[in-house]
């Protein structure tokens, strides 16, 4: 009964999606998240988290940063598994499916992104966080886009299923910032559903998008074709090394760092520190610089991934 609702209220046709509406929810989750983000600000972080950093206020910028970022894949994570389940035939036709539904979430996000990009510039981080300012510029573009021309908004609601792992693998890192172990159960419970995630929610969003790449591609503009292939060529190289990463990180840690111990001890002769909160400590919660925020938006930040 609720779904024979929804879909009545939000039925599937282009003719009441209003572009001018996706506009309006755009504009208003951008402040809503500028808002949000002096909530924050006023508030404050975590003792935890700048305890022992270095540069205290760099870390409350990250910690800010994540936060809006997990309620961000929260929102939409949960409204992406309310698409599909309310409105199965979008598997049909991915280019043409829409209702406002799924038209408004895209707008949300279009929204956030655009909000994120303008916090990167506010701090100046547009050139050191470079892979993720080429992201924004690449997905915000998209997904304004297909909001004007109401076309291709299923295949964002696919590719918006990766916020669905990245709610598990933002709380990763907010318990890192937290000084959570390693060891412990909820760490232990959230790793194990992040690589699930990972593997049902950026592994077949992105095998999905890559198949329709092939099949239909030519129902699309020439140049929106290539800039997404570009993209997905991309994604489809640097996520199964994430995925090894992320195994390696959270289940494997115990077998490599032994082996590490012992090849140190072998070579060197020199005692080695005592392993501290799950991590040796030479070792840093934010141990992979070269993968940056991306993987969180469907790419890699050091500061979201760990």
């Not at 936060?67 to 698409?83: E, K």
Request: proline residues 3%; hydrophobic residues 45%; neutral net charge.
């Amino acid at each position: 009964m609720v779904t024979d609702a929804i879909t009545s209220v939000f039925p599937n046709n282009t003719d009441v999606v209003s572009v001018q509406g996706g506009y309006g929810v755009m504009i208003g989750t951008i402040i809503f998240f500028n808002i949000l983000n002096r909530i924050v600000s006023y508030i404050g972080v975590p003792v935890a988290v700048v305890k022992h950093a270095v540069n205290k206020e760099e870390e409350a910028w990250k910690w800010k940063n994540l936060l809006l970022s997990w309620i961000h894949a929260f929102i939409v994570g949960l409204w992406d598994i309310l698409c599909f389940y309310y409105y199965p035939e979008i598997w049909q036709d991915l280019i043409t499916h829409i209702t406002p539904f799924t038209y408004y979430m895209v707008a949300v996000s279009t929204g956030y992104f655009m909000y994120d990009f303008g916090d990167l510039i506010v701090q100046k981080k547009v050139l050191e966080m470079w892979q993720l300012t080429l992201h924004h510029i690449a997905v915000t573009s998209m997904f304004f886009y297909n909001l004007t021309t109401r076309r291709c908004v299923a295949y964002n609601v696919v590719a918006l299923m990766a916020e669905i792992n990245s709610f598990f693998l933002h709380s990763r890192k907010l318990m890192q910032m937290q000084q959570f172990k390693f060891s412990s159960p909820i760490y232990q419970a959230n790793a194990l559903v992040n690589l699930v995630t990972f593997l049902f929610c950026r592994g077949f969003g992105l095998g999905r998008i890559t198949y329709g790449m092939i099949v239909e591609g030519h129902r699309v503009d020439s140049v929106y074709f290539y800039t997404l292939t570009g993209s997905m060529f991309i994604m489809n190289m640097i996520n199964p090394g994430l995925f090894i990463i992320l195994l390696k990180n959270d289940f494997l840690r115990k077998d490599y760092h032994s082996k590490a111990t012992k090849k140190q001890l072998r070579g060197s002769g020199e005692s080695v520190k005592p392993v501290q909160n799950g991590l040796h400590p030479t070792e840093s919660t934010d141990s992979l610089p070269g993968y940056s925020k991306l993987l969180a938006e469907g790419s890699i930040d050091a500061h979201k991934i760990d």
